[in-house]
């Protein structure tokens, strides 16, 4: 079983004459590609220089304070009760209803509102920038944490500031149980399979539905670059009202009927006939691929653009889509 946990590799592998150091230690790009992503955890020590990373602290609060800014906040023991909630934004006088520990700020799309954060990006070009999400800050005091939880996309958390222990469990799956009663998705049980202090500098990566519980040393910042995850259901709700805004008015036609069809029990091969009429559709020329990358340059806060300046672009057939759009670039 190969180790997940790799040594300082911080400048060692350069890939031209102005690309950023590797951020995956001692093991290479196809590697990682090829064993870590969506497959299993692995920690990088000193994956950053700490001077090549944003200090962030000082401006989640105000970003906090702004209404187009995603922020939450976590406390483990609130006044409603265990892993409370809170939502933003959040004024300064907020900050008085706060214990002195156990509480975490989180800030979503700091690559958006943060320009060195942005920069940070630049480090992941070895997977399609299309795929990201965004980069969440989270500002943690001593014992702060979202709790033992999961989630159903990849993230790559960079120590930015302070230390924090990160123990991470096994995968998860749909009848993983969970705490009842609170705002948060909390697993009922949490074994740790790994228990690992993390430095200013160090990263962890994490595949979706793994286990995992960060807890602030001392006050910390922790960067997620999170990805895409959206759910097929999703998926195919948003292609369904991209087909129609096509005006594709296709309609469903009966496989060949025989008397014995004229029953309550519906015959499979009008099952077959839908699956064939919606594979037809799906294989339409060029459906797919203008739906897809429509779908997966939509931004994250669509409206904000002009405050953001969000571009989230792809190409594909020739063809540039740039915020769901296709672009005249
Ligand atoms: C955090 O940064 O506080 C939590 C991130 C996570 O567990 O996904
Ligand atoms: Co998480």
């Not at 200090?55 to 970003?63: G, H, K, N, Q, T």
């Not at 228990?195 to 960067?223: F, I, N, Q």
């Not at 009966?254 to 309550?264: G, I, K, N, S, Y």
Request: with cysteine.
């Amino acid at each position: 079983m190969r180790s997940v946990v790799r040594g300082s590799c911080a400048d060692v592998e350069r890939v031209g004459v102005n690309a950023l150091p590797h951020i995956l230690g001692d093991i290479s790009t196809e590697e990682f590609l090829q064993h870590y992503w969506q497959r299993q955890p692995l920690l990088v020590r000193s994956a950053f220089a700490v001077d090549s990373l944003p200090v962030v602290s000082s401006e989640l609060a105000v970003l906090a304070e702004d209404p187009d800014v995603e922020s939450r906040i976590v406390l483990e023991a609130g006044p409603t009760g265990p892993w409370e909630l809170r939502s933003g934004p959040f004024r300064a006088a907020d900050r008085q209803t706060l214990p002195a520990t156990s509480w975490t700020l989180l800030v979503q799309a700091i690559d958006l509102w943060v320009p060195e954060a942005r920069e940070l990006l630049r480090y992941f070009d070895f997977l399609p920038r299309w795929r990201l999400d965004d980069i969440m800050a989270s500002f943690a005091v001593e014992g702060g944490s979202v709790g033992p939880h999961f989630d159903q996309y990849d993230v790559f958390l960079i120590q930015a500031e302070g230390q924090r222990r990160w123990q991470i469990g096994s995968t998860c799956g749909d009848d993983t149980p969970l705490l009842s009663g609170c705002d948060l998705q909390i697993l009922a049980e949490f074994q740790p399979l790994h228990d690992w202090l993390v430095e200013p500098g160090d990263m962890l990566y994490l595949p979706p539905k793994v286990a995992h519980w960060g807890v602030a040393r001392s006050e910390c910042v922790t960067l997620s670059v999170g990805f895409r995850s959206p759910t097929l259901a999703d998926m195919l709700g948003d292609l369904a009202i991209e087909i129609s805004a096509q005006g594709n008015d296709q309609h469903y036609t009966d496989p060949a009927l025989t008397p014995a069809m004229a029953a309550e029990d519906i015959d499979p091969a009008f099952i077959d006939q839908a699956r064939d009429l919606l594979s037809a559709l799906l294989n339409e020329d060029g459906l797919l691929e203008d739906w897809f990358a429509r779908y997966m340059t939509l931004p994250k806060y669509p409206g904000l653009e002009h405050r953001t300046g969000e571009a989230r672009t792809v190409r594909i057939g020739g063809r540039a889509y740039r915020n769901g759009e296709i672009s005249e670039d």
